[in-house]
């Protein structure tokens, strides 16, 4: 990983002076708009029988929201310009994601939920005509949601080659059978579309195999088996669904971008989704930094605030270290995103993917230790924090790909430096 | 902590050949009468919306199979005779719990589950004998429940001497004011009774001010304000409840051993609980460690089984180091305890209870990394074994100080050893 | 610890256009100069029988280099202009320092080495006109070397308050008593002066207690007792020597800056020299992944390379990530002392020095392990690496004391900040 | 790894009392004659020029101490009696290598020093009559010295398929040709045999194609190229040789046991070498818990002792719990040896190594840490200490090959068992 210039570019992580304002802005309509909702959207969701549905005045509520942020300006801001491809960097956008992580109403309020924005940024660069009509206008309008079908339940899925879901081209049709699971948002009573990853031609090179379909979820043949939990947890209405397709049959024009693309599409969409994904897990890491100094501040044991018992403040100190740091690999990978390009920043993605949710699981756990008993119970907002960054060890491949990934390219960079090898000193042996 | 004569009894961390048969009937027990019961009575209790109470059906099972038990002669094997103080040595039980920790129907089936065990073990010893004929019996029989109240919401009550909830003695009645969360058991409808800690006598000296006060569970002033969760789930109906007491009167006489013993009784009763807290912790480990090699075996990615992938192979070596390491170390403290007594063994109590837990988790946190999304779902067991042992990092005292008690106590070893101190050899500096 | 506006310069971590040539300058002459000149120098070192004294021919060496990088206009550039104030950022300096680090002749061959940059900055800064010519102007020529006694043995001098070392003015002179240890380069031949910290006002409050004395080291009464050793090696001719002071006199105005202020003037010193040992540890963990990843594609065992091992690939990844997080937190530590000052960037400038040292010495030991017993060995340059870096976690305050400086910072931000108490929710509790 | 009937003999961790009387003895002349006589034969050898002699007086003090050990009957206890095979259990010698570990003259006073004693149970169990006659028996008078060659500089030897010094046999001599590193002991002027491990069949199967031969050290063709250092240390006089051998003749009786049995050879000797070896790192680990809680009382800073600052009361309360269950797996391995024979214990023997030299390096680092500077200094032992267990995660096998055995062990222990497949209960998806 020979570092690029120092002078260049590459290495100035400051936001851009022109998208101060809109960062401005989206800080203000979270503290004015989203921040007083969310008690009462959160009360009226709790204990639903039905559990993939809205509670009677939730989605006003979110109208509202959404009303509002039109209003100010704050819709669909994540896609660049149609026409000149023009639009917010990576790295502005990174900066705005930690503050959307603060609000779990504020990314669906400004139209920038995921899987959303991966599907509409999809659509939007690869979509025909006729699919951006379809699908694309109301996602942009914020009439429907979506979801990405990748992870199948019988298959380490992280290896796109893996894929067991197959489609097969049947007079003008794909005719689609297969199981995938952890379909985020498939329980979101809006969401009409689904991405679907199949393997079109197994006998194609590996990574020519597969291709991306769109699926109504409506569609004959699609069998939403159930929520799948993580922790317990069926983190309704939105979901991560079990879905079943049996013969399901869509028209050909159906495919995005060709076939054998499905891996190529996918890389397009992955890392703005990780790095946002990871702005948000340092967000609540800094929750969880800020939750154990006021819990340390606040509690008493053997005649001392808690804060300064034992190894609280090393705890801290090490928190705060490791948020820095973090923080500052996210930023670079959004940079390298900008500068070098999807591919090539691809690296700087993995590590951020491979560093950050592992560490602010860290931090969570941590900060739970400090609350005692009360940081596992409901009074604390710590246990969703855990589970919520455990899970993201795994979205998106686990941390074992993205080690492997960042390490296969370190191994191919050292072969390819003379200087590097050359610097290896073989010190003489004696005799 | 200087090693007792090496070759006596302490080390000697087998069975007893006396104890032997009675681990055979009870692992036949569960085999052949627990083991098939368990999917039943679990499907029975799934969603239901009545939290705290038993799904019809689900209490017969238990019934049929605390019969079964005492015919076979296994019940209250816990128990040490009243009258010879002769029973099982806690070295004995230890390899009995960790068979009981395999099947959650195990314990209650033998009367051996907590916290009745530990109430029933207090009553035994400091009861009167209206005390024991009121509650005692009915719990031996097996009739009734109990709960034992010690955590309080409002401060760190590992130290005893932060306990908040007053008794005042007013006309021949305890009067009661206070607050106590994470009561586990008390969501049971069969629960009765609860042993409950208060600080009767602030002017004594610290560890003298604590009474245990036997207040039954529907008793006027007594309210139940709800389960508290862990990471979200009530564990319904056993359930860890959250209780106010307003003014609670109760006579005089229920108070165990006299004014002022209440951490006495804490020292007699939490010994044996943190041995077989810890034996059950040992066995979610090996279940953990076997669904790693199993998962590990029955996966494949990028043309491997996953046990052959990075560092699978070297995880489950350390996980195997471990876990036999821990169980030596419990091992150690039950038979500490028998050697030497609960007082003497209490920092040998303390390191088990310190290193168990905690290894745990990370044993189970590396099977579900191997698991993939599937290692945080409904489909593996693996969620709820984590849950679990997280919380166990805060019972009976957070980690933290069972450390300082383990530390406090080798440094006054080392202060109290000459030998110790003198063979800190001093080199010499030269000048 | 509130991020400043993220478009602001702080956030900018590429060097400066003007700095590029500079860099480029120096990276020339240590491939040119300094790197073909080392094998000779260190073979004419080894095993020398008279220890702080150079073999013949090795000063001869260093002079050349001198001359050469005098040539070429590398000479002093690490010192602001003395009429201006202008000169290299420190963040361009850590660019620069993590080239330096890469050969142990460089930072001499350029005037730029531990601990003379240190002393000579702060004569510049705070030195008299006499001062500045007798010690200053020599220093600036590169013929004579200095120290800086600041460690005690008896003492945690990490703690500026525990100097135990005394200086009392009498009849114009200051008279000084105590002990030193751990004196980096009082070995060297060539070292003529060094700047001792002592406790001159105890009265004072606890941080103006502290003054800084200049002191010829072969003034009256100064006794070099030997080196100390660092795992058993004495860093000859080096050195890091242990010195007594014994009722030592020199005169009134060998004192910098006046009396009290010995404190303050630390912080002049300290953040620099620190962010430059950072620089140079990253370059040395930039070393060891180097050697693994060598040592991994070059060596066999069980039928394959021993890189694609176990958890070797893993090693190699998690390695980049903290090397690479590691250079991001020095360069911002370097940015924030150019745009905050030094004082107010402090806190930046802990964390890197809390987190490098450590995570090096752990990427040094995960490089030894892979080489097997050859890693330890002299065939390799690890174990040098190791000792230099495990010395790191001390010099200038123990990694401990940076945390809890960070951790106090931490804190007392969290308790100035309105916002942070208000966004810890209280979650309503039931009942 | 299915745990043996819980009450049987392998649980029993008590030393016999048989060999009580013996531990005493060896306790108190370690006490008495050994730990006198350090400090002098120490201060006898600094800095020697001649490397790979003793100094004068030195071996006087080793005579003496050699005498007075006979004279208490102390003398080549670690052997099985030759007639009856009758003779200390591992487990006995286990209690008495902790004793053993403390002064480094006690283990060569007694004959029972590395690496002698493997090779003299070795000669004892498989040599013939005249190698009997020739080495074993002045090895057992304690006149001469011997070292084992088996680790190579070329390969991974820790795979003794990768051994390569070949050895070929002509007109009934073995000619060996190869080389050697880390042969420790070799440097000792006393040292006058050499067991060599060599590939005498390449055709034959993997782990019969190894032999050992018996080679004098001062034979023709035996070239010792220097000493290997340690971090920089030479460990003079003992040393660890790197040894060339250049077509080295020695008559063909030289080969123990037979052509082929070089891997089953040395199958034997490792067992209860590493348990020694672990009892020592123990013992040292144990010395370093004593040297931190010095440290800790005896230092302030922050007007606190050290001892009560941060993390440092959990650090020696960690480091407690494990050196306690480092010793109870180490004590467990020396039990599964006698119980068990070498073969079947491999397992809890490659536990032990595995899991104690990494604890004791971790544990000996903290306190070191908790020393600040001393605690790489010469003023310390714990530097000595820590290069130790260092090298010992590469002796008798890196960790990682520990590790994997055990894995290995463990998963197909896993397939062979139906019980534990079984209890791997699949939950019902639920669709």
Chains 1, 2, 3, 4 share one sequence.
């Not at 979270?30 to 909702?37: E, L, S, T």
């Amino acid at each position: 990983m020979t570092q690029a210039n120092p002078q260049d570019e590459l290495h100035n992580l400051a936001m851009s002076e022109a998208a101060r304002p809109l960062l401005e802005k989206v800080v203000r309509h979270i503290r004015d708009n989203c921040d007083p909702a969310l008690a009462e959207y959160e009360e009226l969701g709790r204990n639903r029988e039905e559990r993939f549905a809205f509670a009677p005045g939730q989605l006003e509520i979110i109208e509202d929201l959404k009303a509002k942020a039109k209003a100010a300006g704050l819709w669909n801001f994540f896609l660049p310009d149609a026409e000149t491809g023009e639009g917010l960097s990576n790295l502005d956008y990174a900066y705005i994601a930690f503050e959307l992580g603060k609000n779990p109403l504020a990314p669906q309020s400004m139209n920038c939920a995921a899987p959303d924005t991966g599907n509409m940024e999809v659509l939007e660069r690869v979509g025909t005509r006729e699919q951006k009509e379809q699908w694309l206008k109301p996602l942009l309008n914020g009439e429907i949601r979506s979801a990405f079908a990748m992870t199948e339940p019988d298959v380490a899925s992280s290896d796109a080659r893996n894929i067991g879901t197959r489609a097969v081209l049947e007079n003008g049709e794909w005719v689609i059978n297969g199981e995938k699971y952890y379909i985020s948002g498939a329980g979101d009573p809006r969401c009409k579309i689904m991405i679907v990853m199949v393997k079109t031609s197994p006998d194609a090179e590996p990574f020519r195999q597969q291709s991306q379909i769109l699926v109504p979820i409506d569609w004959p043949g699609v069998e939403i088996l159930g929520p799948m939990n993580v922790f317990g947890h069926d983190d309704a209405p939105h979901g991560h669904m079990h879905i079943r397709f049996t013969d399901v049959r869509v028209p050909e024009e159906n495919i995005l971008w060709g076939e054998g693309r499905g891996f190529e599409i996918s890389q397009l969409r992955l890392g703005p989704g990780r790095i946002h994904h990871c702005m948000r897990s340092i967000g609540a890491a800094e929750k969880a930094l800020d939750l154990m100094i006021h819990r340390g501040l606040t509690r008493e044991a053997f005649g001392k605030k808690i804060i300064d018992l034992g190894k609280n403040m090393e705890t801290i100190s090490r928190s705060r270290i490791e948020i820095d740091a973090m923080r500052l690999m996210v930023l670079k990978a959004a940079k390298a995103m900008d500068v070098l390009g999807n591919k090539e920043a691809r690296i700087w993605v993995s590590k951020a993917k491979a560093m950050v949710p592992e560490k602010c699981c860290k931090i969570i756990d941590d900060a739970m230790q400090m609350h005692g008993a009360t940081g596992i119970s409901q009074w604390s907002e710590l246990p969703e924090m855990y589970m919520k960054q455990r899970t993201l060890r795994f979205a998106d491949g686990p941390d074992e790909v993205h080690h492997h990934v960042i390490a296969r390219a370190e191994r191919q960079a050292f072969e390819n430096s003379n200087d590097r090898q050359a610097a290896i000193r073989t010190r003489g042996r004696r005799g």
